[in-house]
């Protein structure tokens, strides 16, 4: 089955740097858009940045020049580049995994991302 699984989250001070990664498994992985949300204690979840099976990418207006999702598809993995972290960047992130119209959709377990000095 297809599996998700999220690592390099952590605590960082404002203004610092963290990668995430996201190895997925059990699904050919170049045919899947694939993407990072996040969800803060007492908020929905949001969607942080997504990237196409063809490499297209969108991001949050609140990260645009400060994050960058790329995915390695001879390594099943993709992954978050976040720059410039603020506080309220602060969240649990989940990697995604999203295929077809209806779409099915897969999800991490999540990795905490907590930025404060």
């Known amino acids: 089955q297809v599996q998700l699984v999220e690592s390099g989250g952590g605590l960082v001070q404002p203004g610092g740097s963290l990668r995430l990664s996201c190895a997925a498994s059990?699904?050919?992985?170049?045919?899947?858009?694939m993407g990072w949300y996040r969800q803060a204690p007492g908020k929905q979840r949001e969607l942080v940045a997504r990237?196409?099976?063809?490499?297209?990418?969108n991001y949050a207006d609140s990260v645009k020049g400060r994050f960058t999702i790329s995915r390695d598809n001879a390594k099943n993995t993709v992954s978050l580049q976040m720059n410039s972290l603020k506080p309220e960047d602060t969240a649990a992130y989940y990697c995604?995994?999203?295929?077809?119209?209806?779409?099915?959709?897969?999800w991490g377990q999540g990795t905490q991302v907590t930025v404060s000095s």
């Open positions: 059990g699904m050919i992985f170049s045919i899947y858009g």
């Open positions: 995604n995994a999203r295929i077809g119209s209806p779409f099915r959709e897969y």
């Open positions: 990237i196409t099976s063809g490499g297209i990418t």
